[in-house]
């Protein structure tokens, strides 16, 4: 009998272990779904994907780049939810007093704490570690593609786009400064001054295309309640599970703040055990599942005008290939084409592009997205899924297209080749029959092509009102504005 219960302690201690040791090893860093670090979740991939090998001979003859900003502060709405946060924890601590709880139940930082940004009267702007994000980015890309990167600077040649958002274009600045760093005359950095092209916001249908969609704005307001709605069983959950981990009268906005102070604390500040403490891992990934639903559903693949929307930007990036090949094929002199076309933009950018390219999904996905038929949504935790926004856009998160010239004896061959480039690793095609390296060709046909049934204007405007409807509304108009008029003569 002693053999038996010997035996029973041990494989119940290590469990116990094994727990324990999963928990040490789970890092939240990786799970703050698009408020995620890029040096956190960077190295992140698809294990069972073997990535192709560039056939000798191939050299790379234009990239494309389209980045998300870095690292940035929260925003002045976020910072007001912060301040009041701090005022309900301070309401929460005098009620389990009145009520005589133990207070050794309450985590000690909750009592009397104060947000970071207290007092911020702006925000939103790239901080120290974003800027450090894209100056190192851009190191990388020179280090890893000199032959496109060995000319000396000019506009035309290496085209440097951002929108007109701050965070954005000081994120295209810290990359350049990176990517040009010793090659000028500035300082003990030998730096050099480069452009940054900005659009208007109002008019910036490459990078900011989701500002001037009116069909989008229109469906974002309609479904936005919807998707309250979803996240709402995940957020009771947890609310009564914290409710009675620690006595506290927390509400569903409570728990919504708090796991945003997690994000904020723990992607900017490096702190893990405050607010991220509060939540068990398992907790932390339901969370980061209800993040990443929202950004599947309002920006991504779980509606079609999400990334038709974004067709101005993939045909820019096709349009800058052919002119490459166009230039290599007039063996035009050095100097006299463009080289590389560099973007810096958002979340509401990068992530509706990747879905143009058909990114994180598999063949059969692909086909549907194609016919424009819907897909099921990201499974909830446990369950494994590939669309997870901390993988897809974090801070300074990119997509690069290479276009190489190949070798071709035979002219019936393919000679230009497209590899594509999801956080600096070779990612699968599903279009491109689930390679990373696909002939240009077939990159046109098989990706850009199908979605060129549609134009920005079809998907984006209302259909015109007949003369008779245009007329009512614009007396409508008038006439609100006389009112307006004899209210205030001022």
Request: glycine share 8%; aromatic share 8%; charged share 30%.
């Given at each position: 009998m002693k053999n038996p219960i010997v035996a029973l302690f041990f494989v119940i201690f290590l469990s116990a272990f094994n727990c324990f040791n999963a928990d040490e090893a789970f890092?939240?860093?990786?799970?703050?779904?698009?408020?995620?670090?890029?040096?956190?979740?960077?190295?992140?991939?698809?294990?069972?994907?073997?990535?192709?090998?560039?056939?000798?001979?191939?050299?790379?003859?234009?990239?494309?780049?389209?980045?998300?900003?870095?690292?940035?502060?929260?925003?002045?709405?976020?910072?007001?939810?912060?301040?009041?946060?701090?005022?309900?924890?301070?309401?929460?601590?005098?009620?389990?007093?009145?009520?005589?709880?133990?207070?050794?139940?309450?985590?000690?930082?909750?009592?009397?704490?104060?947000?970071?940004?207290?007092?911020?009267?702006?925000?939103?702007?790239?901080?120290?570690?974003?800027?450090?994000?894209?100056?190192?980015?851009?190191?990388?890309?020179?280090?890893?593609?000199?032959?496109?990167?060995?000319?000396?600077?000019?506009?035309?040649?290496?085209?440097?786009?951002?929108?007109?958002?701050?965070?954005?274009?000081?994120?295209?600045?810290?990359?350049?400064?990176?990517?040009?760093?010793?090659?000028?005359?500035?300082?003990?950095?030998?730096?050099?001054?480069?452009?940054?092209?900005?659009?208007?916001?109002?008019?910036?249908?490459?990078?900011?295309?989701?500002?001037?969609?009116?069909?989008?704005?229109?469906?974002?307001?309609?479904?936005?309640?919807a998707v309250s709605k979803l996240k709402e069983p995940v957020l009771n959950e947890i609310t009564s599970a914290l409710i009675g981990r620690y006595g506290l009268n927390f509400t569903r906005q409570d728990i919504s703040s708090l796991w945003f102070l997690c994000k904020q604390e723990a992607s900017l500040l490096d702190i893990t055990n405050q607010a991220c403490s509060l939540f068990g891992p398992s907790e932390i990934m339901l969370l980061e599942w209800t993040d990443d639903l929202e950004a599947y559903i309002l920006k991504g693949y779980g509606n079609s005008l999400n990334y038709r929307m974004g067709l101005p930007l993939l045909e820019d990036v096709a349009e800058s290939m052919e002119q490459a090949i166009k230039a290599e094929e007039e063996s035009r002199p050095l100097g006299s084409f463009e080289k590389a076309r560099l973007r810096f933009a958002h979340a509401e950018t990068i992530i509706p592009f990747s879905c143009l390219l058909g990114l994180f999904l598999d063949g059969s996905e692909f086909k549907k997205i194609q016919k424009e038929q819907p897909l099921q949504l990201p499974p909830k935790p446990p369950q494994k899924r590939t669309w997870r926004g901390s993988t897809l856009a974090p801070f300074a998160g990119n997509s690069m297209l290479i276009l190489y010239s190949c070798p071709a004896p035979n002219k019936s061959k393919n000679k230009h080749f497209v590899q594509v480039l999801h956080n600096e690793h070779p990612i699968p095609m599903p279009g491109c029959d689930g390679s990373d390296f696909c002939p240009f060709e077939v990159f046109k046909e098989k990706i850009v092509a199908p979605h060129q049934k549609h134009d920005y204007d079809t998907v984006c405007n209302p259909k015109p009102e007949s003369s008779s409807s245009s007329i009512y509304q614009m007396f409508r108009w008038l006439f609100s504005l006389s009112k307006d008029l004899s209210i205030d003569p001022v």
């Open positions: 890092d939240v860093r990786k799970h703050l779904s698009t408020v995620s670090r890029y040096g956190a979740v960077k190295e992140i991939v698809d294990s069972n994907f073997i990535p192709s090998k560039v056939p000798d001979g191939c050299v790379p003859i234009h990239l494309n780049l389209v980045a998300r900003h870095g690292t940035r502060s929260p925003t002045k709405k976020r910072i007001r939810e912060l301040d009041n946060l701090a005022l309900r924890l301070e309401d929460l601590i005098k009620d389990a007093r009145g009520r005589n709880l133990p207070l050794e139940r309450v985590p000690s930082w909750l009592d009397g704490w104060k947000s970071p940004w207290q007092g911020r009267l702006k925000g939103g702007e790239l901080i120290t570690k974003g800027e450090e994000e894209l100056y190192d980015l851009g190191l990388k890309i020179r280090e890893k593609f000199p032959t496109l990167f060995d000319e000396e600077y000019h506009p035309n040649i290496y085209t440097i786009r951002a929108t007109q958002v701050p965070r954005a274009s000081a994120s295209a600045v810290a990359f350049g400064m990176g990517l040009f760093s010793g090659n000028g005359s500035l300082g003990p950095g030998r730096h050099r001054a480069f452009s940054v092209l900005s659009e208007s916001r109002a008019s910036d249908i490459m990078l900011r295309f989701h500002d001037c969609c009116h069909n989008y704005k229109h469906f974002r307001e309609k479904q936005e309640p």
